[in-house]
Each structure stands twice: as C-alpha cells, then as structure tokens.
C-alpha cells in the first residue's frame, strides 16, 4: 500500500525540505507541505490535513513534524489519536524525508523506525583525520 506523506513546521522548513527531498528522489506523487506562520493556529493546518485524510480515507498517512512537543506536532499528535492511519514521526531533516520518499510504498512500523535510525546516521561531527589521503571525502 502507498503512503502519503505529510511534513509539517514551523515557518517554511517543510516546504524547503520538501523541495531538496525531491531534487534528490525526483517528484514525489502524494507529497504534501504545511507551514505555520506567526498568526496562525495549528488547526489551520490539521484542517488540511483532514482534507487529504477525507481524499483517501483508507490511505495511510505519514506525518513528519519538526520539532517534538512544538505546537504543530502537539496538534498532530491530538488528530493521530482520531485516525488509524496516520503514522506520526517527530524531527523532521533531509535524510529521514528521503528514507521515507524510498520506501513509501511498504511503510510498516519497523520500516519507519529503521529510517528514523539512518537519518540518525547522518548526524555527525567532523573530524579532521590525518590518512594521508589529500581528499577529505575519501
């Protein structure tokens, strides 16, 4: 079963985000954006969401927000309690968006904690390490 995914923020990181993630996997069918600006109310943007959600109902939906406890993800989490479907990933960044695009097409519970712990990954530190090689990617 397909997925439609769904990155909210705060401001224009899901847009952004969005807009890398598909420079790197192509155009993603069922990819969807929200953004929170300074005047709004989350509901504005869970009443998208429900619109997307009421498109497909049987659709699974997974939610990507930015920021774990930040008004949007609160909002989230409150409509992940009135819909099965919807599958809620808190800490949005580039890498996870991607891992999720690949595998949007059997996105099971594992599946999603597997991509969490790729993005994961990704987070690092550089360190200046003398090998003696004079490219520093290699």
Do not use: W
């Not at 993800?73 to 599958?87: D, F, R, V, W």
């Not at 594992?110 to 290699?138: A, M, T, Y």
């Amino acid at each position: 079963m397909s997925s439609t995914i769904i990155l909210i923020s705060h401001g224009e990181m899901a847009k952004g985000v969005a807009s890398s993630a598909q420079m790197i996997t192509g155009t993603v069918e069922s990819l969807y954006y929200f953004g929170l600006y300074p005047g709004e109310h989350p509901s504005e943007i869970m009443d998208g969401i429900i619109q997307i959600l009421e498109q497909e109902p049987n659709e699974q939906l997974i939610i990507i927000g930015d920021l774990f406890g930040g008004s949007v993800c609160n909002a989230a989490t409150e409509l992940k309690k009135q819909y099965e479907t919807i599958h809620l990933i808190y800490g949005m960044n580039l890498p996870l968006v991607i891992e999720v695009i690949l595998n949007k097409d059997n996105i099971t519970e594992d599946i999603l904690k597997h991509c969490i712990e790729n993005s994961r990954k990704g987070l690092r530190v550089f360190e200046d390490v003398k090998s003696g090689n004079e490219d520093p990617f290699f």
